[in-house]
């Protein structure tokens, strides 16, 4: 009897728990094994590394058929290299081309199969090498297709033959006059035109084929001293600034094919207008008085509004912004606007560019980064120009030319630099910093890494 009870207690036993290790809800897969979760490639550190890239290289993964490749400018991963944010790579490899040099990079990489994709892997960090071969001498109009090369000039710099001459005519597609086409200049006092040095710009640019931006119709820092302090009424006021900017367009109509009609209109502070004595004496519609004036007198020349800091300066980016709004709500002919672009070599970012640049883009108007210069001692804390400033100022114009080449064709005007050579810039003699080295050639007409920094933007 004993036996019989101890083992149906061990039958009950033994079918107890066959029962819960076999019991399955059919819905219960919990118990089945699973895959092994795909693991996380070890990545090396970069080899043959040079100053425009390397080679970066990981472990393969079990069961993964494929990887993504991150690299990126900061260890973040905020700021992706173009093309390399999960760049899909077959092999255990990537030989990675097209870096700036001196650069820090990092890179992590991850598995991925149809099921899943793993961790990413460890981050490694490297850093290209300093460029030390001669720089490129392609000239920047032929290696710039879509859109024109500017310069801003002075009149005494034309003479047939010299230094700047040659350098114009071969590198360059545009000019802009740096201060000789302005009111100040043009019409000194009231009634009495001095068209010399204008006339000395157009006539060299028409000779060599090469395109003129009018700089600038209206601008409070160039009104002459007759018309800030003038005493007669507000609409001979008005008349005064309509008859000399139709003076000016009709003499250069078919020579100068866009002016900056109103330039600097908006406060950096909060983005009102500015009180100028065009607002004090035409009102707040003066801006687009002025555009209306210029159309009347040339139905075909391009019209620009062009300011300063609308990278940086959201708050005047939105006002300038919606004074064009306003202007193209009302009907009032623009045609495009103006960057200046006087930048640094650490400001602004690709993002902030691109922002404004849509902007632009947006509201369908011509962009033209129309006086670019690149700060590279904004904090006067270097004495001499370092290879480590003149690289972050190569890379920086590159940043802005690769932003401003990536917009829609339809879009494009031209960039147009401050100046030729260092020495020539007005942030010597206006900012007093004998140490500053802002523009594309060095003060003995040599190419710098600037230069090629502009290059690689066209790439
Ligand atoms: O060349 C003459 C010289 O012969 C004369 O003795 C001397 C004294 O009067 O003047 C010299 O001309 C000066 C010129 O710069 C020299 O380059 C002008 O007076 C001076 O007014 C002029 O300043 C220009 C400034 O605009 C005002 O027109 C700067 O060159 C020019 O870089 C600057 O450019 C402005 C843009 O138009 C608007 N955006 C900001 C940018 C920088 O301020």
Same mark, same amino acid.
């Given at each position: 009897?004993?036996?019989?009870?101890?083992?149906?207690?061990?039958?009950?036993?033994?079918?107890?728990?066959?029962?819960?290790?076999?019991?399955?809800?059919?819905?219960?897969?919990?118990?089945?094994?699973?895959?092994?979760?795909?693991?996380?490639?070890?990545?090396?550190?970069?080899?043959?590394?040079?100053?425009?890239?390397? =080679?970066?290289?990981?472990?393969?993964?079990?069961?993964? +058929?494929?990887?993504?490749?991150?690299?990126?400018?900061?260890?973040?991963?905020?700021?992706?290299?173009?093309?390399?944010?999960?760049?899909?790579?077959?092999?255990?490899?990537?030989?990675?081309?097209?870096?700036?040099?001196?650069?820090?990079?990092?890179?992590?990489?991850?598995?991925?199969?149809?099921?899943?994709?793993?961790?990413?892997?460890?981050?490694?960090?490297? @850093?290209?090498?300093? %460029?030390?071969?001669?720089?490129? @001498?392609?000239?920047?109009?032929?290696?710039?297709?879509?859109?024109?090369?500017?310069?801003?000039?002075?009149?005494?710099?034309?003479?047939?033959?010299?230094?700047?001459?040659?350098?114009?005519?071969?590198?360059?597609?545009?000019?802009?006059?740096?201060?000789?086409?302005?009111?100040?200049?043009?019409?000194?006092? =009231?009634?009495?035109?001095?068209?010399?040095?204008?006339?000395?710009?157009?006539?060299?640019?028409?000779?060599?084929?090469?395109?003129?931006?009018?700089?600038?119709?209206?601008?409070? +820092?160039?009104?002459?001293?007759?018309?800030?302090?003038?005493?007669?009424?507000?609409?001979?006021?008005?008349?005064?600034?309509?008859?000399?900017?139709?003076?000016?367009?009709?003499?250069?109509?078919?020579?100068?094919?866009?002016?900056?009609?109103?330039?600097?209109?908006?406060?950096?502070?909060?983005?009102?207008?500015? #009180?100028?004595?065009?607002?004090?004496?035409? %009102?707040?519609?003066?801006?687009?008085?002025?555009?209306?004036?210029?159309?009347?007198?040339?139905?075909?020349?391009?019209?620009?509004?062009?300011?300063?800091?609308?990278?940086?300066?959201?708050?005047?980016?939105?006002?300038?912004?919606?004074?064009?709004?306003?202007?193209?709500?009302?009907?009032?002919?623009?045609?495009?606007?103006?960057?200046?672009?006087?930048?640094?070599?650490?400001? !602004?970012?690709?993002?902030?560019?691109? @922002?404004?640049?849509?902007?632009?883009?947006?509201?369908?108007?011509?962009?033209?980064?129309?006086?670019?210069?690149?700060?590279?001692? !904004?904090? =006067?804390?270097?004495? @001499?120009?370092?290879?480590?400033?003149?690289?972050?100022?190569?890379?920086?114009?590159? +940043?802005?030319?690769?932003?401003?080449?990536?917009?829609?064709?339809?879009?494009?005007?031209?960039?147009?630099?401050?100046?030729?050579?260092?020495?020539?810039?007005?942030?010597?003699?206006?900012? #007093?910093?004998?140490?500053?080295? !802002?523009?594309?050639?060095?003060?003995?007409?040599?190419?710098?890494?600037?230069?090629?920094?502009?290059?690689?933007?066209?790439?």
């Amino acid at each position: 009897m004993k036996i019989n009870f101890k083992f149906k207690i061990c039958i009950l036993i033994i079918g107890s728990l066959f029962a819960l290790t076999n019991c399955t809800d059919p819905g219960d897969d919990s118990n089945i094994a699973k895959p092994i979760a795909l693991g996380s490639p070890i990545i090396n550190q970069a080899t043959d590394v040079n100053s425009n890239g390397f =080679k970066i290289s990981w472990t393969r993964v079990y069961n993964a +058929e494929n990887y993504e490749l991150d690299i990126a400018l900061n260890n973040t991963f905020e700021s992706y290299v173009t093309g390399y944010q999960g760049k899909s790579v077959t092999n255990m490899y990537e030989e990675v081309n097209g870096l700036n040099e001196s650069t820090n990079y990092f890179c992590r990489v991850r598995a991925i199969n149809s099921n899943e994709t793993s961790k990413n892997s460890a981050i490694i960090q490297t @850093t290209t090498l300093e %460029g030390n071969g001669p720089e490129p @001498t392609t000239a920047l109009k032929d290696a710039s297709t879509t859109f024109m090369v500017g310069m801003a000039v002075k009149a005494q710099q034309l003479t047939n033959g010299s230094k700047y001459d040659e350098i114009l005519k071969k590198e360059f597609s545009s000019i802009s006059a740096e201060y000789e086409m302005k009111m100040n200049i043009i019409e000194p006092t =009231k009634g009495n035109y001095d068209w010399s040095k204008a006339d000395a710009i157009v006539d060299y640019a028409v000779a060599n084929g090469i395109n003129v931006h009018g700089h600038a119709l209206v601008w409070h +820092e160039s009104a002459p001293d007759w018309l800030k302090n003038y005493t007669g009424t507000n609409d001979e006021f008005e008349q005064e600034v309509k008859n000399y900017i139709t003076a000016v367009l009709t003499r250069y109509k078919g020579k100068v094919a866009s002016w900056d009609v109103v330039n600097e209109a908006i406060n950096d502070t909060d983005g009102s207008l500015r #009180n100028s004595v065009y607002r004090e004496k035409m %009102g707040d519609d003066f801006v687009a008085k002025c555009f209306e004036f210029a159309r009347e007198a040339d139905p075909d020349v391009l019209l620009f509004y062009n300011d300063y800091s609308v990278t940086t300066n959201t708050t005047k980016q939105t006002a300038i912004f919606n004074l064009i709004d306003d202007l193209q709500t009302n009907n009032t002919p623009i045609d495009g606007v103006g960057f200046q672009m006087h930048i640094q070599y650490n400001s !602004p970012s690709i993002d902030q560019i691109k @922002t404004a640049v849509d902007k632009a883009v947006e509201r369908d108007l011509k962009l033209h980064f129309s006086e670019l210069d690149v700060r590279v001692n !904004p904090d =006067k804390d270097i004495t @001499t120009f370092t290879s480590e400033r003149a690289i972050a100022q190569k890379n920086k114009i590159k +940043e802005v030319v690769a932003t401003y080449n990536a917009i829609p064709a339809k879009n494009k005007y031209a960039i147009t630099v401050w100046g030729m050579k260092d020495n020539d810039s007005w942030l010597i003699s206006h900012h #007093n910093n004998a140490n500053e080295w !802002p523009l594309l050639f060095d003060s003995n007409f040599e190419i710098k890494k600037a230069h090629t920094g502009f290059l690689q933007g066209l790439d």
